[in-house]
């Protein structure tokens, strides 16, 4: 018996190490934005945004693949510049705000992507429905302090997805061909984060 604990302890002792290299930064949504663009009537492209949202990454600089994101954005914030069409996109025609208030990603695997980037896989869960995606990750920045003693880091990342895939099918045709709106939606984020204090 005291050889099991024994064993258990150096295991929890070698793990110690690495567990306290993971450190929290939380999202600061004042300095960061979540993007999207589509296509629109098969000529151009709108661009809209999330202006709610809230994240935290569990950041390890030792063995970056073990690092965690979770983040959540509250769909009723959608802003495409045009009352009309935003009003339209939180309508059952697409994201259902009433029904689904949120969307959110939980990150499942991070990997290397040379250079400092990364390749980031999660589940990103939309109208309900949860899909597998990839996210592309520039290199994460270095530290630096604000003027009121906050340690920021940051990055940009970016994906692309089917909305067909999360039951967003709303659509016209138009009389010269193709459809009023694309099904790949383009996802860009620029992303702030504060290095959170320790309890």
């Known amino acids: 018996m005291k050889h099991l604990i024994k064993i258990i302890a150096l295991c929890l002792t070698l793990a110690l190490p690495t567990l306290s290299l993971a450190t929290t930064w939380n999202i600061d949504p004042e300095h960061s934005n979540v993007g999207f663009k589509v296509k629109h009537l098969m000529v151009s492209n709108v661009?809209?945004?999330f202006e709610k949202f809230s994240g935290v990454v569990e950041l390890n600089d030792k063995d970056v693949t073990r690092s965690k994101v979770d983040v959540t954005i509250?769909?009723?914030?959608?802003?495409?510049?045009?009352?009309?069409?935003?009003?339209?996109?939180?309508?059952?025609?697409f994201l259902d705000v009433v029904k689904y208030p949120t969307m959110t990603f939980v990150s499942k695997k991070v990997v290397k992507a040379g250079k400092g980037a990364l390749r980031v896989t999660g589940d990103l869960t939309i109208h309900g429905i949860t899909?597998?995606?990839?996210l592309s990750v520039a290199p994460i920045s270095g530290e630096s302090k604000d003027p009121w003693g906050?340690?920021?880091?940051?990055?940009?990342?970016?994906?692309?997805?089917?909305?067909?895939?999360?039951?967003?099918?709303?659509?016209?045709?138009?009389?010269?061909?193709?459809?009023?709106v694309g099904d790949e939606i383009t996802i860009s984020l620029e992303i702030e984060m504060i290095k959170a204090q320790p309890k």
């Open 150 to 180: 906050n340690i920021r880091r940051g990055t940009s990342a970016s994906t692309k997805i089917n909305r067909k895939d999360f039951g967003l099918t709303w659509n016209k045709a138009l009389e010269t061909g193709g459809v009023l």
């Open 47 to 49: 661009k809209g945004d």
């Open 131 to 134: 899909k597998e995606v990839v």
């Open 74 to 93: 509250d769909t009723n914030s959608i802003n495409t510049n045009v009352q009309k069409r935003d009003e339209h996109l939180r309508s059952g025609d």
